[in-house]
């Protein structure tokens, strides 16, 4: 199985600031035959459902702010956020979709300083 | 609108069994991988299932594997989640969740399920 190990566990951002997230898979999920990176971002708000941000490590989803933004490949990955809203408190989580089975990171807890 | 909405959870004692059940509409419902994703209270997300177009390819995360049956119904737009021998560390929000493929796009908004005596 892929394990997804991200970091840091929590950060503290000011309003404005940049937000960066990291993400590491135990093995490549960079596909030889389509050249494309089977990792997705999820954002989770307190008391609600998950909600996809990313895909393709850097395809944005419709609706999804630019201010939101992946990039990185094979094993290491990043989310960035590059002006820290109020309402981008929540837990992010990355997601492998190379192969069954599907794994998530731990999440990493964004909160307002 | 694209909506999700699962059904069936509740308080059950280990070793019990829990049907789950996910209506779908706003959408082509056999047009798209199905899956389960379950969150343990406080913690994070873990993968349970996932079911292709017609049902015929199923997958399941290890520690469910043989417990849990995922299955599907095209003609009415539903998805369910057949849980056997529960344990208590099952205990967790069940999301039913569309996939594009592998991908992840659509969540619904969970049912909870309990497993305690």
């Known amino acids: 199985d892929i394990v997804m190990t991200q970091s840091p566990d929590s950060l503290a951002v000011s309003l404005g600031e940049r937000a960066t997230l990291n993400c590491k898979s135990s093995?490549?999920?960079?596909?030889?035959?389509?050249?494309?990176?089977?990792l997705a971002w999820h954002q989770q708000k307190p008391g609600q459902p998950p909600k996809l941000l990313i895909y393709w490590a850097s395809t944005r989803e419709s609706g999804v702010p630019d201010r939101f933004s992946g990039s990185g490949s094979g094993t290491d990955f990043t989310l960035t956020i590059s002006s820290l809203q109020a309402e981008d408190a929540a837990v992010y989580y990355c997601?492998?979709?190379?192969?069954?089975?599907?794994?998530f990171g731990g999440g990493t807890k964004v909160e307002i300083k | 609108e694209v909506q999700l909405v699962e059904s069936g959870g509740g308080l059950v004692q280990p070793g019990g069994s829990l049907r789950l059940s996910c209506a779908a509409s706003g959408f082509t419902f056999s047009s798209y991988w199905m899956n389960w994703v379950r969150q343990a209270p406080g913690k994070g997300l873990e993968w349970v299932a996932i079911?292709?177009?017609?049902?015929?390819?199923?997958y399941y995360g290890d520690s469910v594997k043989g417990r849990f049956t995922i299955s599907r119904d095209n003609a009415k737009n539903s998805l369910d989640l057949q849980m056997n021998s529960l344990r208590a560390e099952d205990t967790a929000v069940y999301y039913c969740?569309?996939?594009?493929?592998?991908?992840?796009?659509?969540w619904g908004q969970g049912t909870e399920v309990t497993v305690s005596s």
């Open positions: 079911i292709n177009l017609d049902g015929s390819e199923k």
């Open positions: 969740a569309r996939g594009s493929g592998f991908i992840i796009d659509i």
């Open positions: 093995q490549s999920v960079l596909s030889s035959s389509d050249n494309k990176n089977y």
């Open positions: 997601q492998q979709y190379y192969g069954a089975p599907l794994t």
